[in-house]
T-cell receptor
């Protein structure tokens, strides 16, 4: 079992829909990253959060450290939101934190 | 530039040849990661450097893979005797320290023919 699990693996939505992507992790962490990878493109960091909620434009990320769960929401989705969304948890090692990635959620928003 | 720089951006090599992939992290970043992503697959952890500590090599798939980080800055990932299954995008990322926002390079696309 992966230490970081994402769901769903694939998601197709109509433009304008509210989208939720979930991430659960099995180890104790202090923060979690959400990343975005466009087709053929690089990876960019969307959020790093350790508690509560963060908002950037139409993107909202929430985390519940006790329940080991985080969600990424996209409001008023648009075709340009089509990408792979990845959550990553820093697993504490003796010398620092190693990032463990979820498998990613492939999002396709249709117009 | 200000971001993580990787070279080459594309590499086609013959099976059995050695390849070197280079990563220039953002200046001052102590944490450096190598990942690879095969076509249609998720990110696979390879190796992690944190400051002057011994690297975490637990993700390297075989002894044909090795990586160095000189002077706490530039890193080189070396693949010896390449195989077709090594074809993938090799991604480098860095962060100020292990608990900060992570920044990815554009990746090195490796094709072994």
């Amino acid at each position: 079992k992966n230490e970081v699990e994402q769901s769903p693996q694939n998601l197709t939505a109509q433009e304008g829909e509210f989208i939720t992507i979930n991430c659960s992790y099995s180890v104790g962490i202090s923060a979690l990253h959400w990343l975005q990878q466009h087709p053929g493109g690089g990876i960019v960091s969307l959020f790093m959060l350790s508690s509560g909620k963060k908002k950037h434009g139409r993107l909202i990320a929430t985390i519940n450290i006790q329940e080991k769960h985080s969600s990424l929401h996209i409001t008023a989705s648009h075709p340009r939101d089509s990408a792979v969304y990845i959550c990553a948890a820093p697993i504490n090692m003796e010398y620092g934190n190693k990032l463990v990635f979820g498998a990613g959620t492939i999002l396709r928003v249709k117009s | 530039g200000a971001g993580v720089s990787q070279s080459p951006s594309n590499k086609v090599t013959e099976k059995g040849k050695d390849v070197e992939l280079r990563c220039d992290p953002i200046s001052g970043h102590t944490a450096l990661y190598w990942y690879r992503q095969s076509l249609g697959q998720g990110l696979e952890f390879l190796i992690y450097f944190q400051g002057n500590s011994a690297p975490d090599k637990s993700g390297l798939p075989s002894d044909r893979f090795s990586a160095e980080r000189t002077g706490g800055s530039v890193s080189t990932l070396t693949i010896q005797r390449t195989q077709q299954e090594d074809s993938a995008v090799y991604l480098c990322a860095s962060s100020l320290s292990s608990g900060n926002t992570i920044y990815f390079g554009e990746g090195s696309w490796l094709t072994v023919v």
